[in-house]
Nanobody, 120 residues
Framework: QVQLVESGGGLVQAGGSLRLSCAASGSIFSINAMGWYRQAPGKQRELVAAITSGGSTNYADSVKGRFTISRDNAKNTVYLQMNSLKPEDTAVYYC??????????????WGQGTQVTVSS
């Protein structure tokens, strides 16, 4: 059983910063990619940023230059540093671990989500 535990969400004023963390635990051999998705009310879930085990990153155009994703492979933990936050960044942010190899095979796992609210 793989679990993802997220932390770091909250309420911040526009222009402020937040740092999200997500730790994966369980009988994990390896994780191909880890990332953050978000879903705002009435909108579809969208990719915010992702990072592979080799360190390659991918960002949504809307967060490039403001958000930075990083990863500690030894701890199976991914971070999202969010700077210059805007009200349109308000959403529930979900951590994802993709291509997780365990004794049960390969699968994707999701966190429960953490609320990020940016006030204007």
């Amino acid at each position: 059983q793989v679990q993802l535990v997220e932390s770091g969400g909250g309420l911040v004023q526009a222009g402020g910063s937040l740092r999200l963390s997500c730790a994966a635990s369980g009988s994990i051999f390896s994780i191909n990619a880890m990332g953050w998705y978000r879903q705002a009310p009435g909108k579809q879930r969208e990719l915010v940023a992702a990072i592979t085990s080799g360190g390659s990153t991918n960002y949504a155009d809307s967060v490039k230059g403001r958000f930075t994703i990083s990863r500690d492979n030894a701890k199976n933990t991914v971070y999202l540093q969010m700077n210059s936050l805007k009200p349109e960044d308000t959403a529930v942010y979900y951590c994802a671990a993709l291509g997780v190899v365990t004794t049960r095979g390969v699968d994707d796992y999701w966190g429960q989500g953490t609320q990020v609210t940016v006030s204007s």
